[in-house]
């Protein structure tokens, strides 16, 4: 029953998602750094989760950290996110997921600015921007 309900589910992410955005927000993939639609995105707006819409993050929290991805230092809802340890690639890193539909969002890293010094990493595809 479960790995048939697993397969619903992943038929339905297929349907939604578009082949890059599956791999990315489903597999764990990244995408290149400096190619995402929103690394370079200086308008004023809400950032959602591209796989259910849940608000992430807020442009006033987005800052230039040169690394090639959108940077955030805090997400607008912390209730919307969930973090986890990630021992892939024989490195030691934290994931960020939206805690609604699990989808990969990025990592998160201690070399951001005040006031959190955190580096949300955020890969564009796994974004929508709502303009203000």
């Given amino acids: ?4 309900e697993d397969k619903t589910k992943d038929a339905v992410w297929r ?12 597999n764990k993939d990244t995408e290149r750094p400096f ?3 929103y690394w370079d995105n200086h308008e004023k707006g809400e950032y959602i989760c591209a796989g259910c819409g849940a608000p992430i993050f ?24 969930e ?3 990630d021992r892939s690639f024989g490195m ?9 539909c699990g989808g990969h969002l990025g990592h998160v ?4 600015p005040k006031p959190t ?5 955020i890969n564009s595809i796994s974004l929508d921007f709502k303009k203000l």
Avoid at 60 to 68: D, H, R, V
Avoid at 109 to 112: I, L, T
Avoid at 117 to 121: A, D, E, I, K, Q
């Fill in 109 to 112: 890293f201690k070399d951001g």
């Fill in 35 to 37: 190619t995402g639609k």
């Fill in 15 to 26: 349907k939604k998602l578009t082949k890059e955005q599956y791999q990315v927000m489903r």
């Fill in 117 to 121: 010094g955190l580096r949300y990493c």
């Fill in 58 to 81: 807020d442009s006033k929290t987005k800052f230039e950290s040169g690394c090639g991805w959108p940077s955030f230092y805090v997400p607008k809802y912390e209730k919307n996110i």
């Fill in 92 to 100: 030691l890193r934290t994931e960020v997921l939206c805690k609604k």
């Fill in 83 to 85: 973090t986890k340890t």
């Fill in 1 to 4: 029953m479960e790995e048939t």
